[in-house]
């Protein structure tokens, strides 16, 4: 019913910059809370940032003053733009989402298929 697809990763130089975003369709009557997580190999996926539907965000402090998340309600997307990345930054990223499909239904979290990013040193 709902789908998340993330875009944007890809492979850069330590110190370089990426951005990522995740676009929602299906049956949406409205959307929360959106976030991106990320999860390096053996280790726990984590939290990265937040967003709510009215724009406040929450940063993780690994990652905070580099990557900054926005959205575009309109759009249903939430973005990611990663400065200043470094190697430990290396890790599947996922976005997910707090959807709403009906006026009648709490939401439930969607997640993407996830978008690989490789910092080099």
């Known amino acids: 019913q709902v789908q998340l697809v993330e875009s944007g990763g890809g492979l850069v130089q330590a110190g370089g910059s990426l951005s990522l975003s995740c676009a929602a369709s299906?049956?949406?009557?409205?959307?929360?809370?959106m976030a991106w997580y990320r999860q390096a190999p053996g280790k726990q996926r984590e939290l990265v940032a937040t967003?709510?539907?009215?724009?406040?965000?929450n940063t993780a402090d690994s990652v905070k003053g580099r990557f900054t998340i926005s959205r575009d309600n309109a759009k249903n997307t939430v973005y990611l733009q990663m400065n200043t990345l470094k190697p430990e930054d290396t890790a599947v990223y996922f976005c997910k989402a707090a959807v709403r499909t009906t006026i009648f239904r709490s939401s439930s979290d969607y997640w993407g298929q996830g978008t690989q990013v490789t910092v080099s040193s």
């Open positions: 967003i709510t539907n009215g724009g406040s965000t």
């Open positions: 299906g049956t949406i009557f409205s959307i929360n809370t």
